[in-house]
């Protein structure tokens, strides 16, 4: 099915009219799709980058951090600028349909006046419009695609799998992907994307001979230009997740590989070369000063959904280097004008799908009816109310993640309680209920299970310096893209801009100050090594919601931050 600009807007106004929830005059003016979704065409080549969705197949709500801190030369840069910060540096005025898209300013009223964000059925006629007007334009998938909700779990992956072939995926690359286990991922990449989606990851390689696992990259001509797309998968797989999922691929940044492929795809006529990453925006932003050659990286990972490319001079000129947000909240439009075979200029726009503004394609939506029919019961059942917002992303710890805190400690006999600091997780609105859908969008790994142990201070201390060092290290390419693990119980100070061994400082439990000596029970979840055991965290949390029925808004346990003052990544 195509559309012609016409007709689409003719849907989408008519959609607009149906009812969406308005709280303002300039609201109003906003909502009128013609306008929002105005993107003129640009230039001969035309990228569409879809990223980090998590398996959200439906719109959802979901908050943007409010603490999201650089260091060293990253401090107060892209990606790590929020709230009304982010919003002065690209120019977006407040209270408009962006702002609240971008920031999480206002965010319970905001998500109120312009509705939920994402699903797949949405973005499917965005996507059908934009190539209507772009021909030959490619959808690329930045993966963490097959993972992130109840379905992707039960089904391996195989909603998402269907789903991105009725939405017309071209190439993707991957990185939770991985926790399904290499076999599985080498059957959909074998068998359901053969001839249709090309899965492309240079850095992925056999960790015998080093043999390529994936094709590294595809070249496809574009209205007569050669375009090259380089796959990079999460580097940092084995390390992030458990190893023995992939135990027989290793992963790696490979930096110098990559700008032998740059050479080599130049070398084969590509007048435009685009990595497809899933390094996160800082890595991103390193490997471009690195790497030359390269006219654009389409980033993920971070979940830093950034209005405008960063733009990275380098020994060759220049590279364009994006983020595109997660689950499902935006579509990024890449247009490149080229000349004299390389490129002349650029427009760019991260687009934000709003629900109410564009209807659903009717076989996307049949489609995933069709997906979820078997599992609606079970998704819908209700485990409590909430009072309160509940939400997962920022650098320290989330409502929701609190509640799950809260559940490990009460149902596990626990005195301090990890969570990880995933960035994946939907937002829930006062008032809303906490289905088992929604504890899951939280908590859907193949490797949930809950864990019970008695821990030394010292080794509580060195636990959370080794995270911290993780999300704080000032050179990018030690950092591998999640937020700080989440703590229950134990209150402590956190100095960001210090080095390891020397971020963490007071930590005190039940206003005593933790011996280093002494033991301590330690619940947490998701545990890395292999043969772990134990209650999926789901099981854990859903019985200490239903027990309670209706949750308060949580009392978040958030450290005290020293040498932060005056940085814009902390509203």
């Given at each position: 099915?195509?559309?012609?600009?016409?007709?689409?807007?003719?849907?989408?106004?008519?959609?607009?009219?149906?009812?969406?929830?308005?709280?303002?005059?300039?609201?109003?003016?906003?909502?009128?799709?013609?306008?929002?979704?105005?993107?003129?065409?640009?230039?001969?080549?035309?990228?569409?980058?879809?990223?980090?969705?998590?398996?959200?197949?439906?719109?959802?709500?979901?908050?943007?951090?409010?603490?999201?801190?650089?260091?060293?030369?990253?401090?107060?840069?892209?990606?790590?600028?929020?709230?009304?910060?982010?919003?002065?540096?690209?120019?977006?005025?407040?209270?408009?349909?962006?702002?609240?898209?971008?920031?999480?300013?206002?965010?319970?009223?905001?998500?109120?006046?312009?509705?939920?964000?994402?699903?797949?059925?949405?973005?499917a006629t965005l996507v059908?419009?934009?190539?209507?007007?772009?021909?030959?334009?490619?959808?690329?998938?930045?993966?963490?695609?097959?993972?992130?909700?109840?379905?992707?779990?039960?089904?391996q992956g195989q909603d998402?799998?269907?789903?991105?072939?009725?939405?017309?995926?071209?190439?993707?690359?991957?990185?939770?992907?991985?926790?399904?286990?290499?076999?599985?991922?080498?059957?959909?990449?074998?068998?359901?994307?053969?001839?249709?989606?090309?899965?492309?990851?240079?850095?992925?390689?056999?960790?015998?001979?080093?043999?390529?696992?994936?094709?590294?990259?595809?070249?496809?001509?574009?209205?007569?230009?050669?375009?090259?797309?380089?796959?990079?998968?999460?580097?940092?797989?084995?390390?992030?997740?458990?190893?023995?999922?992939?135990?027989?691929?290793?992963?790696?940044?490979?930096?110098?590989?990559?700008q032998k492929l740059v050479?080599?795809?130049?070398?084969?006529?590509?007048?435009?070369?685009?990595?497809?990453?899933?390094?996160?925006?800082?890595?991103?932003?390193?490997?471009?000063?690195?790497?030359?050659?390269?006219?654009?990286?389409?980033?993920?990972?971070?979940?830093?959904?950034?209005?405008?490319?960063?733009?990275?001079?380098?020994?060759?000129?220049?590279?364009?280097?994006?983020?595109?947000?997660?689950?499902?909240?935006?579509?990024?439009?890449?247009?490149?004008?080229?000349?004299?075979?390389?490129?002349?200029?650029?427009?760019?726009?991260?687009?934000?799908?709003?629900?109410?503004?564009?209807?659903?394609?009717?076989?996307?939506?049949?489609?995933?009816?069709?997906?979820?029919?078997?599992?609606?019961?079970?998704?819908?059942?209700?485990?409590?109310?909430?009072?309160?917002?509940?939400?997962?992303?920022?650098?320290?710890?989330?409502?929701?993640?609190?509640?799950?805190?809260?559940?490990?400690?009460?149902?596990?006999?626990?005195?301090?309680?990890?969570?990880?600091?995933?960035?994946?997780?939907?937002?829930?609105?006062?008032?809303?209920?906490?289905?088992?859908?929604?504890?899951?969008?939280?908590?859907?790994?193949?490797?949930?299970?809950?864990?019970?142990?008695?821990?030394?201070?010292?080794?509580?201390?060195?636990?959370?310096?080794?995270?911290?060092?993780?999300?704080?290290?000032?050179?990018?390419?030690?950092?591998?893209?999640?937020?700080?693990?989440?703590?229950?119980?134990?209150?402590?100070?956190?100095?960001?801009?210090?080095?390891?061994?020397?971020?963490?400082?007071?930590?005190?439990?039940?206003?005593?100050?933790?011996?280093?000596?002494?033991?301590?029970?330690?619940?947490?979840?998701?545990?890395?090594?292999?043969?772990?055991?134990?209650?999926?965290?789901?099981?854990?949390?859903?019985?200490?919601?239903?027990?309670?029925?209706?949750?308060?808004?949580?009392?978040?346990?958030?450290?005290?931050?020293?040498?932060?003052?005056?940085?814009?990544?902390?509203?």
């Amino acid at each position: 099915m195509s559309m012609t600009r016409r007709e689409f807007l003719q849907v989408l106004a008519t959609a607009a009219a149906a009812g969406l929830p308005l709280g303002s005059r300039s609201a109003l003016a906003e909502a009128q799709p013609e306008t929002f979704y105005r993107i003129p065409r640009f230039g001969q080549v035309s990228l569409l980058h879809m990223t980090d969705c998590h398996a959200q197949l439906l719109p959802i709500y979901f908050r943007e951090p409010s603490v999201n801190i650089g260091v060293g030369a990253a401090a107060g840069q892209p990606p790590h600028l929020v709230g009304e910060a982010l919003l002065k540096h690209y120019g977006i005025r407040p209270g408009t349909r962006e702002a609240h898209a971008f920031t999480h300013l206002d965010f319970v009223q905001a998500a109120r006046t312009y509705g939920k964000v994402g699903g797949f059925a949405h973005l499917a006629t965005l996507v059908k419009w934009l190539r209507a007007e772009r021909p030959g334009a490619l959808l690329l998938d930045g993966g963490d695609t097959w993972q992130g909700s109840a379905t992707a779990l039960w089904t391996q992956g195989q909603d998402m799998v269907d789903a991105c072939l009725q939405l017309g995926v071209d190439i993707m690359t991957a990185h939770w992907e991985f926790t399904l286990g290499a076999e599985r991922v080498k059957e959909v990449v074998e068998k359901d994307f053969k001839g249709k989606v090309a899965f492309v990851a240079q850095n992925v390689k056999t960790t015998d001979f080093g043999d390529p696992v994936f094709e590294p990259y595809v070249i496809r001509e574009i209205n007569g230009v050669p375009v090259a797309i380089i796959g990079q998968a999460f580097p940092y797989t084995p390390i992030a997740n458990p190893r023995y999922m992939v135990p027989e691929w290793s992963f790696g940044i490979q930096d110098e590989r990559l700008q032998k492929l740059v050479e080599e795809v130049r070398g084969k006529g590509a007048q435009v070369v685009v990595l497809l990453s899933h390094n996160g925006m800082d890595v991103d932003l390193k490997l471009a000063t690195r790497v030359t050659g390269i006219d654009v990286i389409l980033g993920g990972h971070t979940h830093d959904g950034v209005p405008q490319p960063s733009v990275v001079k380098n020994a060759s000129g220049r590279t364009l280097v994006t983020n595109g947000g997660s689950n499902g909240k935006f579509l990024g439009v890449l247009d490149l004008e080229v000349k004299g075979g390389k490129v002349a200029d650029y427009r760019y726009r991260l687009v934000p799908v709003f629900a109410n503004l564009l209807p659903p394609d009717p076989d996307m939506e049949r489609l995933i009816r069709s997906l979820r029919a078997p599992y609606e019961e079970r998704l819908q059942e209700k485990l409590a109310v909430s009072e309160g917002l509940l939400y997962r992303r920022g650098n320290f710890n989330g409502s929701f993640d609190q509640v799950i805190l809260d559940a490990l400690m009460a149902v596990k006999g626990a005195e301090i309680a990890f969570s990880p600091g995933f960035r994946w997780g939907t937002t829930i609105l006062p008032g809303e209920p906490i289905t088992m859908e929604r504890l899951m969008d939280q908590t859907a790994i193949t490797y949930p299970y809950t864990t019970l142990n008695e821990l030394s201070g010292e080794q509580i201390k060195m636990i959370l310096e080794d995270v911290c060092d993780n999300l704080f290290n000032p050179d990018p390419y030690l950092q591998q893209g999640g937020d700080m693990v989440r703590v229950g119980g134990l209150q402590y100070t956190c100095s960001p801009n210090e080095t390891i061994g020397r971020r963490i400082s007071n930590m005190t439990l039940r206003g005593k100050p933790l011996d280093p000596a002494k033991k301590y029970k330690v619940a947490g979840w998701a545990p890395v090594a292999e043969g772990a055991t134990g209650e999926p965290v789901w099981e854990v949390v859903a019985r200490y919601l239903r027990d309670r029925k209706t949750i308060p808004t949580p009392k978040l346990n958030l450290p005290k931050l020293v040498g932060v003052k005056g940085n814009p990544g902390v509203a």
